[in-house]
T-cell receptor
Framework: ETGVTQSPTHLIKTRGQQVTLRCSSQ?????VSWYQQALGQGPQFIFQ???????GRGNFPPRFSGLQFPNYSSELNVNALELDDSALYLC??????????????FGPGTRLTVL | AQTVTQSQPEMSVQEAETVTLSCTYD???????LFWYKQPPSRQMILVIR??????QNATENRFSVNFQKAAKSFSLKISDSQLGDAAMYFC??????????FGKGNQVVVIP
């Protein structure tokens, strides 16, 4: 069973640029959630995708967008990068079933630095 | 919005001793889930233990146990017989069952040999 993987591991961009981060979910999982973890902080929920549709969003501006593909892998896109976007971006996958909480399995994250 | 508060940014514990991490949360929901996650230097979040709010019995997982006080909205983690591999950031998290987690700021646990 393959775990959650993310690419790239590290990324450096300049202010105003656009970036795409990728996540491959664990085999059999149909839900992907993205979190932003600034230095010294806990992760903040960005949004979640379930069966290729956005299924909830945190307090992030529209320049943060995402996609989920038929194989349930996912992308996080950030436009017009700002210095405050520098953070560790975590992806978590789960198998959504009715009722209850479904354990989320996290990837190792992508460290984004915006200069 | 739910908030999760962790004080004591860094806790030190001697190997084989016990350490307790504190967490409080704010919610108006009656059904929800609470978690402790471990984040080692490798950055990958690992679920340590979970507690369903409707269960009165405190969860335990080997050397890890929680003290869940629903009325006080308190959820502490006890690590017994601390090992060097327990050194990491520990995050308290809340979810109301929609698979979205709200995290606290974390506690750094340092294990002294």
């Amino acid at each position: 069973e393959t775990g959650v993987t993310q690419s790239p591991t590290h990324l450096i961009k300049t202010r105003g640029q656009q970036v795409t981060l990728r996540c491959s979910s664990q085999s059999g999982h149909n839900t992907v959630s993205w979190y932003q973890q600034a230095l010294g902080q806990g992760p903040q929920f960005i949004f979640q995708y379930y069966r290729e549709e956005e299924n909830g969003r945190g307090n992030f501006p529209p320049r943060f967008s995402g996609l989920q593909f038929p194989n349930y892998s996912s992308e996080l896109n950030v436009n017009a990068l700002e210095l405050d976007d520098s953070a560790l971006y975590l992806c978590a996958s789960s198998l959504a079933i009715s009722g209850g909480f479904n354990e989320q399995f996290f990837g190792p994250g992508t460290r984004l630095t915006v200069l | 919005a739910q908030t999760v508060t962790q004080s004591q940014p860094e806790m030190s514990v001697q190997e084989a001793e016990t350490v307790t991490l504190s967490c409080t949360y704010d919610t108006s929901e009656s059904d929800y889930y609470l978690f402790w996650y471990k984040q080692p230097p490798s950055r990958q979040m690992i679920l340590v233990i979970r507690q369903e709010a409707y269960k009165q019995q405190n969860a335990t997982e080997n050397r890890f146990s929680v003290n869940f006080q629903k009325a006080a909205k308190s959820f502490s983690l006890k690590i017994s017989d601390s090992q060097l591999g327990d050194a990491a950031m520990y995050f308290c998290a809340y979810s109301r069952g929609n698979n979205r987690l709200a995290f606290g700021k974390g506690n750094q646990v340092v294990v002294i040999p």
